[in-house]
């Protein structure tokens, strides 16, 4: 990153010292496949390593080519086909031979039900949809042959279990494809619904290779290295920050199906992976696994996580036990990916008390949130980005589009951050997540972070409750290491040794795992929903904890 003087305000100016690539993701492939054929791109790392599937540049864009003339035989450039399945080769394939063919590839998270899998498709306008036979309980071809009739724009369905045959009517490629530019559109991912209904985010060609790029660069993914993740596809996280992350350095995409962290560690010590992307929840899982000592990691580099607070306890112990660098991203849908991030080569305190500073070519600004006006330095307020990772928009949907992309190209994110001189983010929450009692403003990030200090608190998530008096209540609901709990009281203490006396939480709640999304995130939404329907019960102040609560 440039050398540039400290700032004034909370306004960054985008650093152009890393050009922008005017290129599409077929494009990439196609160069890729030229400058290093033989170079293998991506593995399937199923659990038996014998069984794992394995593609080399030119084979990856042979089979995407094959992929894109038989979409071609039944789709027009511009039309939307949904993916429903969770990770898997035949969705990375699908992603390629999309792109390929001008089409724009609509994820849906593999956990969605019928109804849920109904909105996406009707809102994207969807005119085929790929997926799975079978996700857990789930039986996805009957989910879809029950929507189907209700979905006259749906005009192909495609089980994964007949997927050979859909790609053997694509066997003799096109003597040229369609004509696809940087700026078009390339997905649609829905929003992950942590707040409300989700909406479809247009990202583009532009927007993911670039976003992805500079995010590996600046955690020193090596040219030619091996990257691997569990990261769901059907999120930005996945199918464009890793894969897009790994090809951008003409690396090797390494990806696990589903995550488990025994399985990982074989992974890393099989495929000798220099790095790593997860969210907190499976760092943790691999730093706790019995396995990990026995293992052969030293090819392990760096490891990337986000998608959620990273604690600094998490970072430091990863550092000493994985022997690794680490990286830390903040990002969103409807920006691609990465918007600011730490470099392995920042300085102690801003790796573990960071999230970094914005990536290249990014303009980002703390904002108020009611004005738009630039807040001083130190001082909270709303992300704002605008540069050109900004979304195209939500699908159809100008309302909420101009709810989140403003007139004059800045992107509200509705994250609420501070900004130092030296441009280093600091988290403070999500405005929804703003605690207001008694007309005071609690950002849980402050209290999340002093929990987290306390060497019997695995995990912590601090949410608003209902109070009748002064409107909310700060209530801490928490996730133990192993071996005898804390008292309430011991973490009152604790609280209150370091947070003013409304900031320390009211209600104590335990619980042994968080409800989270298919990606990893903590659904804070659900927390509050089960706290009001009171389906987790308070801790009583003054006696010790006797058995962590189940979630309901």
């Known amino acids: 990153m440039e050398q540039r003087p400290l700032l004034t305000q909370s306004h960054w100016n985008p650093d152009r010292s890393q050009p922008l690539l005017e290129i599409t993701l077929g494009g990439l492939l196609r160069s890729l496949a030229s400058e290093v054929p033989e170079r293998v791109a991506f593995v399937e790392a199923v659990p038996d390593a014998g069984a794992r599937r394995r593609w080399t540049y030119r084979q990856l864009l042979d089979e995407a080519q094959s992929v894109a003339t038989a979409l071609l035989r039944h789709h027009q450039p511009g039309d939307r086909v949904a993916v429903w399945a969770p990770n898997c080769a035949e969705w990375v394939l699908l992603q390629h031979g999309a792109s390929l063919a001008g089409l724009v590839l609509v994820t849906?998270?593999?956990?969605?039900?019928?109804?849920?899998?109904?909105?996406v498709?009707?809102?994207?306008?969807?005119?085929?949809?790929?997926?799975?036979?079978?996700?857990?309980?789930?039986?996805?071809?009957?989910?879809?042959?029950?929507l189907r009739p209700a979905l006259p724009g749906l005009r192909q369905t495609v089980a994964f279990s007949e997927w050979n045959r859909f790609v053997a009517e694509g066997r003799e490629p096109l003597s040229s494809f369609p004509d696809v530019q940087p700026g078009d559109m390339v997905q649609i991912q829905f929003t992950s619904g942590t707040t409300g209904r989700p909406k479809g985010a247009c990202l583009h060609h532009r927007g993911i290779v670039n976003a992805a790029r500079f995010a590996a660069r600046r955690a020193g993914f090596p040219d030619?290295?091996?990257?691997?993740?569990?990261?769901?596809?059907?999120?930005v996280g996945g199918c464009a920050g890793s894969e897009i992350g790994a090809m951008s350095s003409r690396g090797t995409f390494v990806l696990q199906p589903a995550f488990d962290a025994g399985a990982m560690l074989e992974i890393i010590e099989s495929e000798r992976v220099h790095h790593l992307h997860a969210v907190p929840t499976m760092v943790l899982a691999l730093l706790?696994?019995?396995?990990?000592?026995?293992?052969?990691?030293?090819?392990?580099?760096?490891?990337?996580?986000g998608g959620s607070p990273v604690p600094t306890t998490l970072v430091e112990r990863a550092r000493r036990e994985l022997g690794c660098r680490f990286s830390i991203t903040f990002?969103?849908?409807?920006?691609?990916?990465?918007?600011?991030?730490?470099?392995?080569?920042?300085?102690?305190?801003?790796?573990?008390?960071?999230?970094?500073?914005?990536?290249?070519?990014?303009?980002?600004?703390?904002?108020?949130?009611d004005t738009g006006a630039v807040r001083p330095l130190g001082q909270a307020g709303e992300v704002w980005a605008r540069g050109y990772q900004t979304m195209l928009g939500y699908f159809d949907s100008r309302e909420a589009t101009a709810e989140t992309l403003r007139p004059d190209g800045w992107l509200r994110t509705g994250d609420l951050a501070s900004m130092d001189a030296a441009g280093y983010m600091h988290i403070e929450g999500r405005i929804k997540d703003c605690i207001i009692r008694g007309g005071e403003n609690i950002y849980p990030r402050e209290i999340e972070d002093v929990l987290l200090a306390h060497p019997r608190v695995r995990q912590v998530c601090v949410v608003g409750a209902p109070d009748a008096r002064r409107g909310e209540?700060?209530?801490?609901?928490?996730?133990?290491?192993?071996?005898?709990?804390?008292?309430?009281?011991?973490?009152?203490?604790h609280c209150r040794r370091h947070l003013a006396?409304?900031?320390?939480?009211?209600?104590?709640?335990?619980?042994?795992?968080?409800?989270?999304?298919?990606?990893?995130?903590?659904?804070?939404y659900v927390l509050r929903e089960w706290i009001a329907q009171q389906r987790l019960v308070p801790q009583p102040f003054d006696k010790p904890v006797t058995a962590r609560v189940a979630n309901p």
């Open 108 to 119: 849906v998270n593999p956990a969605y039900v019928a109804d849920e899998v109904r909105h």
């Open 288 to 305: 706790d696994h019995p396995q990990r000592p026995a293992r052969r990691l030293d090819s392990l580099h760096t490891l990337m996580s």
């Open 473 to 493: 209540m700060v209530a801490a609901v928490i996730e133990c290491e192993a071996g005898e709990p804390p008292s309430t009281l011991d973490l009152h203490h």
């Open 331 to 369: 990002g969103q849908t409807e920006l691609n990916g990465v918007v600011s991030q730490t470099s392995p080569d920042d300085a102690p305190d801003r790796q573990t008390s960071s999230i970094g500073r914005p990536a290249s070519q990014a303009e980002v600004k703390i904002a108020d949130p």
């Open 224 to 235: 030619g290295g091996v990257w691997a993740t569990a990261m769901p596809l059907f999120h």
């Open 121 to 146: 498709l009707a809102a994207s306008g969807a005119s085929a949809i790929f997926h799975a036979d079978r996700y857990r309980s789930t039986d996805m071809t009957a989910v879809v042959d029950q």
């Open 501 to 524: 006396p409304y900031k320390t939480p009211a209600l104590w709640f335990f619980v042994d795992r968080y409800p989270t999304t298919t990606s990893g995130k903590i659904q804070k």
